[in-house]
């Protein structure tokens, strides 16, 4: 009797197949500041990391943050773009982390 029934218990379970976790609505969830999506940086200076943005992206979202004209985009050894822009008028060394945070140099 045992064994039947521990015979029906385990093929019920394979049948209904595996139940998987979901994932709360995305509203729910808690921000990941690994990435700067907001348009606003979550560091004052530029995080190190392993940076997959290319040229034409690095540039594009330090246009983004509010500056033009920039050049001489090079990614250093920490994996930040760093080149020169202006803003307001004055020529400034700027820097694009991982993150996506735009700054200033200081």
Aim: hydrophobic fraction near 30%.
């Amino acid at each position: 009797m045992k064994k039947t029934f521990l015979l029906l218990l385990t093929a019920a379970s394979l049948l209904a197949g595996p139940s998987f976790a979901q994932n709360p609505p995305a509203t729910d969830r808690p921000n990941n500041n690994a990435v700067n999506s907001s348009g606003q940086n979550n560091s004052s200076k530029p995080v190190e990391g392993a940076n997959s943005f290319t040229e034409g992206q690095a540039k594009s979202k330090i246009e983004d943050a509010g500056y033009s004209n920039v050049t001489s985009l090079k990614k250093d050894d920490n994996g930040v773009w760093r080149g020169k822009a202006s803003k307001g008028g004055a020529s400034t060394n700027v820097s694009l982390d991982f993150q996506g945070n735009v700054n200033a140099a200081k």
